[in-house]
């Protein structure tokens, strides 16, 4: 797939993701290029269904949660994003990535 990228061929890049991830769906860094395909391309509707995905597959890892919460951040939803740092949390709350991302996402004054 980052061949393809590097190469210019996004469609042959995503499906060349599509495929990795139905092999291994325990492979991390594959959901997070294709997200960051999607959010490339200006489609924050897929990155999302693609996070989501890769999270109910992985629910435990904290990369994935990051990621998708800096979408959020980066779409301008921090409601959602502050949502998701909580269930995220709750689901990894020894996550040093998780909570580093909890304070930089706190107010000012509150850091």
């Known amino acids: 797939g980052q061949i393809e990228l590097e190469q210019g061929l996004k469609d042959k890049a995503r499906s060349t993701f599509d495929l990795g991830m ?3 769906t325990s492979s991390i860094p594959l959901w997070i290029s294709l997200a960051a395909l999607e959010i490339e391309g200006n489609n924050i509707t897929k990155a999302r269904s693609i996070l989501e995905k890769a999270r109910v597959r992985n629910p435990a890892n904290d990369e994935l949660w ?4 800096r979408l959020e951040v980066k779409a301008g939803n921090e409601d959602v ?9 709750q689901t990894c709350p020894k996550s ?6 909890c304070i930089f996402m706190a107010p000012r004054p509150a850091r």
């Open 22 to 24: 139905k092999r291994s």
């Open 81 to 89: 994003a502050q949502a998701l740092l909580a269930r995220a949390l």
């Open 96 to 101: 040093g990535k998780l909570w580093s991302e």
């Open 66 to 69: 990051v990621h998708a919460i």
